[in-house]
Structures are given as C-alpha cells and as structure tokens.
C-alpha cells in the first residue's frame, strides 16, 4: 500500500492551495484519513480527518478555512486550504488507516509529505 500526496507549493498570504492524496495497493476498506503537518523545529501536528462516513474534526487553527473531504471510489482524501497564513507553512503529511482483507487488522500508513509555503 502507498499513499502519494500532492499539490503543495508556494503561496502568497490570503491564497489557496489544494492537496490530495490517493491511496494505491491491496485494500479492502479505508478507515479515517486525515492530513498532518510539520513546521520547522516543531513536532508533527493533527490538522483534519474525516471518517469513512464522513465526519470531520480539525485542529482549532484551520476552522473555518480549510476542508478535508474524501472520494471513497478513488480512495483519495484532499485538503482545500484557504485564507493561507504564513504560519501554515510546514509539510504536510497524508494518513490513512487501511485493511488489506476482509479479515486483516486495521494498519496506519503516511504518504511522503508535501510542502507548503505561505508567504508574507
């Protein structure tokens, strides 16, 4: 199983940016998807998920700008990023919580991280 993130870059403050990330390989079912980030010299930090049915959460600093969704079909979460701060700027990572069979355990993965960087 892979987790391949894209569409990170370099934004003007007040911009947006969308990320996605498509999982690939031997799935049976997707259980939450979520985005993390980490800025430099701070620790990797929750910023959304969103369940299979759809429920979301998000860390406080994002409400209201960004949107998490999913395409079950494609396996793909995305991120909408909007109203982009300076202190948004970090890498941000995919993560999925993936069964491969009908009988497996539920296993964590990480796409390889994308960067995003708002400038001021």
């Known amino acids: 199983v892979q987790l391949q993130a894209s569409g990170g870059g370099l934004v003007q403050a007040g911009g947006s940016l969308r990320l996605s990330c498509a999982a690939s390989g031997s799935i049976f079912s997707i259980n939450v998807m979520g985005w993390y980030r980490q800025a430099p010299g701070k620790q990797r930090e929750l910023v959304a998920t969103i369940t299979s049915d759809g429920s979301t959460n998000y860390v406080d600093s994002v409400k209201g700008r960004f949107t998490i969704s999913r395409d079950n079909a494609k396996n793909t979460v995305y991120l909408q990023m909007n109203s982009l701060k300076p202190e948004d700027t970090a890498v941000y990572y995919c993560?999925?919580?993936?069964?491969?069979?009908?009988?497996?355990?539920?296993?964590?993965?990480w796409g390889q991280g994308t960067l995003v960087t708002v400038s001021s």
């Open positions: 993560n999925a919580d993936i069964r491969r069979s009908p009988w497996g355990s539920l296993s964590d993965y």
